[in-house]
């Protein structure tokens, strides 16, 4: 009877052994996938120039706020009626940027789009630009400090803005037509410069850029 009792215990310590084997090489199978997926799911990153041309989703990007800035700028002031604006005035105009507001279904950072126009109108050198309200609102609590705080004889006195002849603002839209897995997105860009004080269209300009994607 004993033998019977010592090939039976074996055969449960060979189970034993076995179970734990295959449960060895399941936990191998799953460390060696979650490996592997670690690396194929791994992140590069690589500077490139800040004007270089990136499309990734097929939306609105720097891109494209650049070349419509660019170009819009360039329209305005080497317009007809622009020139003849400046020249009646003898001297350079004064121009603040207004809201350019964001009409189209994307999200686009409106501030970063004005911003661009700022940059091009300043340094052009064809206009003179004074600050946003944004900026504008900062500077004024900072001349009021300076009435209490500052030494007489550095304080900036009030009444001395220098103000704006022209407002550029406008406005985005875009245009969507799609079919299956392409669609075609049309970017409308209008711009208005408008004299302040008679409320008089100075310039109207538009600019569009159209994109195909397909996926």
């Given amino acids: 009877m004993a033998p019977l009792r010592n090939v039976k215990f074996s055969g449960r310590i060979f189970g034993y052994f076995g179970v734990i084997k ?24 690589t500077r ?3 004007d270089t041309p990136v499309d990734l989703s097929g939306r609105w990007n720097d891109t494209d706020s650049r070349k419509v800035a660019d170009q819009m700028i360039y329209d305005l002031f080497n317009s007809g009626n ?17 809201s350019i507001l964001n009409k189209t279904s994307e999200h686009i950072d409106a501030d970063n789009y004005i911003k661009k126009f700022e940059l091009v109108i300043h340094n052009s050198g064809a206009a003179d630009l004074v600050e946003s309200s944004e900026f504008r609102d900062q500077l004024r609590r900072e001349r009021a400090e ?62 569009e850029i159209k994109k195909l994607i397909k996926n």
Avoid: H
């Avoid at 090489?25 to 490996?35: C, E, G, K, V």
């Avoid at 392409?182 to 538009?206: C, H, K, M, P, S």
């Fill in 48 to 50: 490139i120039a800040p």
């Fill in 146 to 207: 300076q009435q209490d705080f500052a030494d007489p004889a550095t304080i900036k006195q009030f009444g001395k803005e220098l103000g704006a002849d022209l407002m550029l603002f406008g406005e985005m839209t875009s245009e969507v037509d799609d079919y299956n897995n392409t669609r075609v997105v049309n970017y409308v860009t209008t711009l208005f410069l408008t004299d302040i004080e008679t409320n008089r269209r100075i310039w109207y300009g538009q600019n």
């Fill in 22 to 45: 295959r449960q060895t090489m399941l936990n191998r199978s799953l460390y060696l996938l979650l490996l592997s997926a670690a690396f194929s799911c791994s992140r590069t990153v």
């Fill in 82 to 98: 622009f020139k003849t604006y400046a020249e009646q005035r003898g001297k350079k105009p004064v121009i603040i940027v207004g």
